[in-house]
């Protein structure tokens, strides 16, 4: 069975020579655990930073070793009590084909109710982040002026959407493609979008929202949360949620105009989905009656071949998706 491991760190944007397709033996699952045969595994930002030696929340991926994250499989054996072969599970042992998953660390999904692509993407990790990060971080209002950055990916394009469906006056994104602006203003419903490369991002946010915004929910940093910075109204509100531009450069561009947030009484949050476990029930129910009824749509981009993930990911990285990127095995 196949599976990609770490071959070396990389400086600067990851290259495929960082990555190594390995060939190894199908595991055999001990006591209480599953064998699973991956079908789809996730590529997100934050594996960037587990590429590097650098304490985090999360520890590093290791030089040599097979890597992880996000995955949905098929049970192929159980040696766990609930688990029996043909069972759709969500784990976190992805970029290799079979995985011996503990049980514990498995939760069945129902292929029947959403597609398993789905429980990566917009009813996963990444449709709740964006669904806490706006509610519970940012505490959006109905009313709120809300820009987002990195509006087309995976997070991006549901907290967008989110906010539209709960009643905010105006509901304005950035992406770094035309095709991506077309996306979000004629499919997702946002009331403006702007290209970030198409000019300084303070110019077209402060053209896109006239009037000021209220909410920003950041997954970009450095010129964007400037241009949020300078573009809040008094008690303005951000979450933040990652700060890609600045996730393959040693030398991290910071806000210049932080000193804004004391007159304006910015309120500027960080935060970490992990920690928003009591939102699950609510997302689950609101987002997956959205996406059931068709009011809230979303995008995939999806790279078939566990050879492929590596390009999949450095592709991710430098803006290739619209939509969750992922891999099917
Ligand atoms: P996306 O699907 O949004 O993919 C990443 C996107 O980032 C690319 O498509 C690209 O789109 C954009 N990008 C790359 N470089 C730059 C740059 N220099 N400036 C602006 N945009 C850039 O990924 P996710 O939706 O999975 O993640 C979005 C953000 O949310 C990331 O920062 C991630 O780390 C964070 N995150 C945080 C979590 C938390 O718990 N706090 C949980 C999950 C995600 P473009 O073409 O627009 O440039």
Not at 5 to 28: D, W
Not at 32 to 54: E, H, K, T
Not at 156 to 168: F, I, S
Not at 258 to 276: E, P
Request: hydrophobic content about 45%.
């Amino acid at each position: 069975a196949r599976e990609i491991h770490l071959a070396s760190r990389p400086t600067g944007y990851p290259t495929e020579a960082n990555f190594e397709l390995v060939e190894a033996p199908v595991p055999t699952p001990g006591d209480g655990q599953l064998l699973v045969r991956n079908l789809v595994m996730s590529v997100d930002p934050y594996m960037r930073g587990r590429m590097n030696d650098a304490e985090s929340y999360i520890a590093p991926f290791r030089v040599g070793e097979v890597l992880e994250g996000g995955a949905v499989g098929e049970v192929v054996a159980s040696n766990a009590a609930g688990f029996a072969v043909g069972d759709v599970v969500l784990h976190f042992a992805g970029w290799r084909e079979y995985a011996a998953v503990d049980a514990a660390g498995a939760v069945p999904v129902d292929p029947g109710v959403a597609p398993v692509n789905a429980y990566l993407g917009v009813l996963g990790m990444p449709g709740m982040t964006a669904y806490a990060g706006l509610l519970d971080v940012a505490g959006f209002r109905e009313g709120d002026v809300v820009f987002v950055s990195g509006a087309a990916g995976a997070v991006g394009q549901v907290a967008g959407q989110v906010a539209r469906l709960r009643g905010a006056k105006r509901v304005v994104g950035s992406a770094g493609s035309a095709e991506k602006v077309a996306y979000l203003v004629d499919e997702l419903g946002f009331d403006a979008a702007f290209n970030y490369k198409d000019g300084p991002v303070a110019d077209q946010l402060a053209a896109a929202a006239p009037d000021g915004i209220d909410v920003y929910f950041d997954n970009v940093g450095g010129d964007h949360l400037d241009a949020a910075l300078r573009s809040f109204n008094a008690h303005g509100r951000a979450a933040l949620c990652g700060s890609i531009s600045n996730y393959n450069t040693p030398d991290p561009v910071g806000p210049r105009h932080l000193g804004l947030a004391v007159g304006k009484r910015l309120t500027l949050r960080g935060f970490l989905i992990g920690d928003h476990e009591h939102v699950r029930g609510e997302f689950t129910r609101e987002v997956g009656g959205w996406v059931a009824d068709g009011s809230l749509r979303y995008r995939e981009t999806v790279t078939e071949g566990i050879e492929h993930a590596p390009e999949a990911f450095i592709g991710m990285l430098r803006g290739d998706n619209i939509g969750k990127a992922l891999v099917t095995l």
